[in-house]
């Protein structure tokens, strides 16, 4: 449900994930696609296929993102290669998903497989310096999927003006409401709302089965 907005952001791109645990969704272009009418294959062929429901007449993404340099930031990031946190992340599928375990497990591999670095720290007071080691000749995309709900609505606001004062292409997907001006009318499926630069372009599912874009 990121990669269609993510692919209209010309690259080379550095990505750089907040609230990025594990780092798993950093792996955007090893990973392949199935939005029903259109496949797109990623560069590694172990890797998880992930299904997205196109609804509303969405737009699939046409092209991978050209990723030059990525890197996640989190209080406690956590190690595909350690057992331990493996078991956490596993204990977090909700029983009775074993398609979410399948999909998990084959992510944690290919974690191993291209390791990516998650550094320790708070994504107001950190994120500033880690986006200084990305690449000049690359194009900063700060994003984050169901972490802001975790922060005390000042410390969102006080996130939001930093993305502002960095002027980097900034793309959350967050429960309604959670970002100023992204509430949407009550519906039975309690969508999240993907926006790009703060501004809602679609409404997605929880845990991407599916996107509706705005028309």
Known sequence: MLLPA???IPGPLALVEVGASVGLCLQFDRYS?????????????????????LRGGSPPPKRMPDVAWRAGL???????A???DCDWL??????GQPDRVHRLQAALETARRYPIRVAEGDLVDDLGALIEQAPDDATVVVFHSAVLAYLHPGRRREFARLIDDLRVPWLSNEAAGVLPGTR??????SPFVLALD???IALTHPHGDWIEWYR
């Open 6 to 8: 993510l692919a209209t």
């Open 33 to 53: 696609y199935d939005y029903g009418t259109v496949r797109l294959t990623g560069s590694d062929p172990e890797a998880p296929v992930l299904r997205c429901e």
């Open 74 to 80: 989190d209080l406690d990031p956590l190690d595909p």
């Open 82 to 84: 350690d057992p331990n």
């Open 90 to 95: 596993r204990c977090l599928v909700w029983p």
């Open 184 to 189: 949407t009318p009550h519906r039975s499926d």
């Open 198 to 200: 703060g501004a809602p």
